[in-house]
């Protein structure tokens, strides 16, 4: 290399630093002195609002690529993610019938209608965004990181919205339960176990009838007891759920106990008589005397009638529901709470096949309505 051009290159590479030094104290100084206004009442300039709307959706698209998004068109699914959007989600981004309050139509960004955006997303980049939120954007994370299947139906509902008049959207979110009646003073004084079993309505159903979903487990005539300690763990979030550890935070002890009192009042929904499958007949063998060579000990020891009032009762119970949740003790995160302790290590010893089993057989059981009138 000639000194001609050792020179240059020199020259050119003093010029850059200088340039690269300028502009390090040139931004400093502009945040320094506060010159360029956070505040939400106005936008972005346009060059700021692309950059941030380019990194955030090439973000989404390569964070998400490793998500293996499921079928989306299970009605159990959707009605279930229809539940957990109205609850947590419309307030913001607002529904069929559901305007955006003022107060979030001065966030910056502005939440957006999702009926009109969810189109120009995937599958997967839907549930990622769901799943971890967006920064600076007022978008959450899902409370609970170990709950896919939540999200998941959030992001089947996501998915069906679009085509939803009102009468459809209230139809999946809130079917026809009756929240109980309140009166503008009861509401300010705050009659909040009335509030809570109108939000565990809309999923688990009411005096009227039983989940309208079978992702969801039936909560009518199981002990209060159990029902209450399900709740203090949802509200400690040594039970996970983004939907259930929100609800039951806001709770107070007394609500608890009286959303718990509420629940085992109630007569189990009637149904058709269940048919008996092979499966059905094969998860009996396991429900009643275990399999002694895996370590499983017999279901109905803990789950059968005459049981201590601390465990649920699963006769009649939706085999949905059950399979779910014995697969995520089986696969998911380790358990905190004192029912998970017990259930996850059997959970983990237990295929697939006997998990199918098993649940077909506890939902062919009919449900009693004096199983709570038996236990000690």
């Known amino acids: ?16 630093a200088t340039i690269l030094a300028a502009l390090v104290i040139g931004g400093f100084l502009f945040a320094w002195l506060g010159l360029y206004s956070v505040a939400a009442s106005r936008g972005h300039w346009a060059i700021t609002d692309w950059i941030l ?14 998500v293996d998004a499921p079928p989306l068109d299970d009605e159990d699914l959707i009605r279930l993610g229809a539940a957990h959007f109205h609850g947590g989600c419309a307030q913001c981004h607002g529904a069929p019938g559901i305007p955006r309050n003022p107060l979030v139509q001065g966030m910056l960004p502005e939440p957006p209608d999702l009926a009109l955006v969810s189109g120009a997303w995937r599958d997967r980049e839907l549930f990622w965004i769901v799943k971890h939120g967006i920064k600076y954007t007022g978008m959450p994370a899902w409370p609970s990181s170990a709950r896919n299947d939540e999200v998941w139906a959030v992001t089947a509902f996501l998915r069906r919205l679009p085509s939803l008049d009102v009468p459809g959207y209230r139809d999946l979110a809130m079917g026809d ?9 009861e509401l300010a004084l705050g009659r ?12 688990h159903g009411a005096d009227g009838g039983g989940p309208r979903s079978a992702l969801v487990p039936v909560l009518h005539g199981q002990s209060a007891e159990f029902l209450s300690a399900a709740l203090h ?3 400690n979030g040594t039970r996970s759920s983004g939907i259930m550890q929100t609800i039951a935070a806001d709770l107070a002890p007394n609500a608890i106990e009286r959303v718990a009192a509420y629940y085992a009042g109630l007569a189990p ?9 092979a499966n059905h007949e094969r998860g009996r063998t396991l429900a009643t005397a275990g399999a002694a060579e895996s370590g499983i000990p017999p279901c109905l020891a803990c789950h059968g009638p005459e049981a ?20 995520l003790w089986r696969d998911g995160a380790p358990p905190r709470s004192e029912a ?4 996850a290590p059997i959970a983990r010893l237990l295929t697939d096949r006997q998990i199918e089993e098993v649940s077909a057989f506890f939902e062919a059981l009919p449900r009693s309505p004096t199983d709570a009138k038996k236990r000690p």
């Open 340 to 343: 998970s302790a017990i259930m």
């Open 192 to 203: 909040i176990a009335e509030q809570a079993t109108g939000a565990c309505a809309r999923c």
């Open 1 to 16: 290399m000639n000194l001609r051009l050792r020179r240059r290159l020199v020259r050119i590479t003093s010029i850059v």
């Open 53 to 66: 709307q380019f990194g955030m959706r090439q973000s989404v698209a390569t964070h998400s690529l490793a």
């Open 177 to 185: 339960v009756a929240l109980p009646p309140e009166s503008g003073r």
């Open 233 to 235: 763990a949802y509200a």
């Open 269 to 277: 929904p009637e149904r058709g008589p269940a048919t008996p499958s």
């Open 308 to 327: 201590l009032s601390s465990y649920p009762r699963l006769a009649g119970q939706n085999a949905a529901y059950m399979k779910g949740q014995l697969r």
